[in-house]
């Protein structure tokens, strides 16, 4: 059973940071690419950034690029993303989802295209 499971989520101020992670079991990890969803109380889901099987290429929204950075751990079935310099309009529940590219590199940034989701964790940014 695939599973994944985010962690990391939470309270912080403006201005703040923190740190989310997404293991992963069940499944060849290094075989998906993976990304990291968020969505706003009243809004559609929206892409955030997502990383290659390998990590090699990275990819971020518009509105995140240059404060949140996506790494991955292929040895430990993680993804994490960093997000610094937060705001209110980053409040949201962030998921991490799972991509299979069993060709190789790539990745999507619709998210009818992810196979694997997690439940998600809540990021709220407090003004």
């Known amino acids: 059973q695939v599973q994944l499971a985010e962690s990391g989520g939470g309270l912080v101020q403006s201005g703040g940071s923190l740190r989310l992670s997404c293991a992963a079991s069940?499944?060849?990890?290094?075989?998906?690419?993976m990304g990291w969803f968020r969505q706003a109380p009243g809004k559609e889901r929206e892409f955030v950034a997502g990383?290659?099987?390998?990590?090699?290429?990275?990819f971020y929204s518009d509105s995140v690029k240059g404060r949140f950075t996506i790494s991955r751990d292929n040895a430990r079935n993680t993804v994490y993303l960093a997000m610094n310099g937060l705001n209110a309009e980053d409040t949201a529940v962030y998921s991490c989802?799972?991509?299979?590219?069993?060709?190789?590199?790539?990745?999507?940034?619709?998210?009818?295209?992810?196979?694997?989701w997690g439940q998600g964790t809540r990021v709220s940014v407090s003004s």
């Open positions: 990383i290659t099987r390998n990590g090699g290429n990275t």
């Open positions: 069940g499944l060849d990890f290094s075989l998906y690419a």
């Open positions: 989802a799972a991509e299979f590219r069993p060709m190789g590199p790539g990745l999507a940034q619709r998210d009818y295209e992810y196979r694997y």
